[in-house]
């Protein structure tokens, strides 16, 4: 039950909710200790008391300090206060309760009416205040002032309970509160997990992106995870069924003309000849296939052995174009090269090779004569573009989004018969060379392909 995030949630909130109003009651109490109004009664009633006091002896007729002493003592004797008369230089002359725990009284000074706490021997407070008399005297009231406990003890009517009260109605509606937020949290999190497990049967459900926002980058990222899966999951299938489809061919013609050796349908020399030929045209045919499947499968595990050195480009381009200017040449095609200046990569220069030499047969097949192949090669930065581009037929617009795609064939002219693995196996080389490879074309206008590659 613990290891359910809802519960720790709960158990989370709880614990910040009981520990802040715990804070709260433990802030209230010192206060309502150091600050009481239990206090501020006792200080108004010696305060009353007193300036009766001194209102009455100015009244009076009396004139000697005993007979004010004896109107203060009677009034203290009203209020149930004690009385203490205090001469000048700090004595005390007259107590009213002169078995009561000695008073540690600081100096007195000034005119005017004085309030505090002290003190006595025995450790207990008590509450005082003190007024200046004609002579220079002081005349104090003095109360035992109750324990904090009792304090609280006293306020729990007017202070305590009507707070605890509002404090269990505030700690009821917080974990209301909780436990909504909580399921707010964990909600989508369920729904998450769901889809998950729906994924692992083979079961694509989208998960709605809402709740907080972790959550909801959380559902966003499963949900193009999701249809990245599925969408590879498809091309897997299509992979197998291209695969069984490209080998069903010349298995087939292998098969057949086997068969007709076999069979002696092929009497003549001349006609096993021609019928070994075709079956040495197949064998090697489905040999460049499984060899060319075996590399992209070990570009896309990493597994691929590629060399790292540095390969200059512009000569490397030099040495295809000056291999291609007779193929070039016999189809009316013009092959030319523009480079800004030598760049430097770090990689496999057979395989960056097998890259361009893979755009330019591509580009020569679908220029028809007249037309021409540019090769530009710049700087771009830390990285260096290479651009085929031809005046050919161009790529429809509805291809050019699986144009690397493996085995693909929208355009079935575009890849001349081949099985359609020379672009997705140079796209692996030029991810594999951390670079991209882009394409633009129009139709009827002619095609681009742009390689970047890192500098060295």
Known sequence: MLNSLRTRLLITYFAVITVALGVVALALAVFIVRNPVIYRRLYMRQTITLQVARRRLKAASVHSYADAWREAAQIAATFHARALAISPDGHVLRDTDPTAPA?????????????????????????????????????????????????????????????????????LLALVLAWWLSSWVTRPLYRTAAAAHSLAEGKFIPVPEDGPQEARVLARAFNEMAQRLEASQRSQREFVANV???????????????????????????????????????????????????????????????????????????????????????????????????????GDGDRLAQVFSNLLDNALKHTPRGGKIAVRLRRAGKFVEIAVSDTGEGIPPESLPRIFERFYRGDKSRTGGSAGLGLAIAREIVRAHRGEITVQSTVGQGSTFVVKLPLA
């Open 103 to 171: 008073l540690n009284l600081p100096p007195l000074k000034g005119n005017r009416m004085v309030h505090g706490r002290v003190r006595t021997a025995d450790g207990s407070l008590w509450g005082i205040s003190a007024l200046r008399l004609a002579n220079g005297g002081w005349l104090v009231i003095a109360e035992p002032l109750p324990s904090p406990l009792k304090v609280l003890w006293r306020a729990r009517e007017d202070w305590l309970m009507p707070l605890i009260e509002a404090a269990l109605v505030a700690l």
């Open 244 to 346: 069984s489809h490209e080998l069903k061919t010349p298995l087939t013609s292998i098969q057949g003309f086997a068969q007709a050796i076999l069979d002696g349908t092929a009497g003549d020399t001349e006609k096993i000849r021609s019928a070994a030929r075709v079956i040495a045209d197949e064998a090697a045919r489905m040999h460049r296939m499984v060899v060319t499947l075996l590399d992209l499968a070990r570009l896309d595990a990493g597994t691929a052995n590629l060399r790292r050195e540095n390969v200059a480009l512009r000569s490397l381009l030099e040495n295809l174009l000056l291999r291609l200017r007779p193929q070039a040449e016999a189809a009316g095609v013009d092959l030319s090269l523009e480079a800004d200046a030598e760049a430097t990569v770090l």
